[in-house]
């Protein structure tokens, strides 16, 4: 990033917990647009804190958050939406007894556009993932996990987000599944979305991503291009094991 090149989203100092425990400890990172950025780290270190504290579901205790250099730190999770952040959490959080279909227009429910337009988001969903398009009328809580997944992906893509952030892309999903997510996520960076991801598997995340940050004990310890950490020594060994490819 050059001088002039303002991050799309900038956090600075950030410190964010539940009641007496901090889990965020002075958290700084800086997103750029157009790419895709991996959060990785062990469970427990404070991913999805960040990431609930970023769409505002979680205060922020101390420092920043920068959207396009506007502060939205503790700002109303229904705002931060409309601004163009949108929040894939785990466990993908669907209305189980909705549709599919009904589920993906919850997604728009912020958006002042035509029915026409609305239905041109669903209809891109479907045509994204396929299998979608099938289930349209199922309740989504009678879908396979990996179907919930994208429908989950697809209720994001329905707000129009500039950022999509995304908790734990692939986590209980076959390896399959989980190369199909990770090849629409491409294509919808290619088509200029930016994408955060927490990913368990840190060699897709990598993989996927041109940049990340890895996180340990609520702080970002190492950032840089992805393709740089998948060689670190220390992210090595911390998270690849035995992996020498």
């Not at 959490?89 to 429910?109: I, T």
């Not at 045509?127 to 989950?152: D, H, V, W, Y």
Request: net charge neutral; hydrophobic share 45%; with cysteine.
């Amino acid at each position: 990033m050059n001088g002039s090149e303002k991050p799309l989203l900038e956090i600075k100092d950030l410190t964010a917990g539940y009641g007496p425990v901090t889990v965020l400890w002075g958290v700084s990172l800086a997103l750029r647009e157009g790419e895709i950025t991996a959060l990785i780290g062990s469970n427990g270190v404070g991913k999805s804190t960040l990431m609930r504290t970023l769409s505002g579901l979680i205060a922020a205790r101390s420092g920043q958050i920068q959207w396009r250099g506007q502060s939205i730190e503790n700002a109303d999770p229904a705002d931060i939406l409309a601004l163009g952040i949108a929040h894939v959490p785990e466990g993908r959080r669907l209305f189980g007894a909705m549709s599919v279909e009904d589920n993906l227009r919850m997604g728009a429910y912020l958006r002042r556009v035509s029915r026409a337009e609305i239905q041109r988001g669903i209809d891109r969903v479907y045509a994204m993932f396929p299998k979608l398009a099938q289930r349209r009328n199922q309740a989504a809580g009678t879908m396979s996990g990996g179907e919930q997944q994208m429908c989950a992906i697809g209720r994001g893509l329905m707000s129009a987000p500039r950022l999509l952030m995304i908790d734990e892309l692939s986590l209980g999903l076959s390896p399959l599944l989980v190369e199909q997510l990770v090849d629409a996520l491409i294509v919808l960076n290619r088509e200029g979305l930016s994408i955060l991801v927490v990913e368990q598997d840190v060699v897709t995340a990598l993989e996927l991503s041109s940049t990340a940050c890895v996180m340990d004990r609520g702080r970002i310890t190492r950032q840089g291009a992805s393709s740089e950490l998948i060689n670190d020594p220390g992210v090595r060994q911390a998270y690849l094991g035995a992996l020498t490819h």
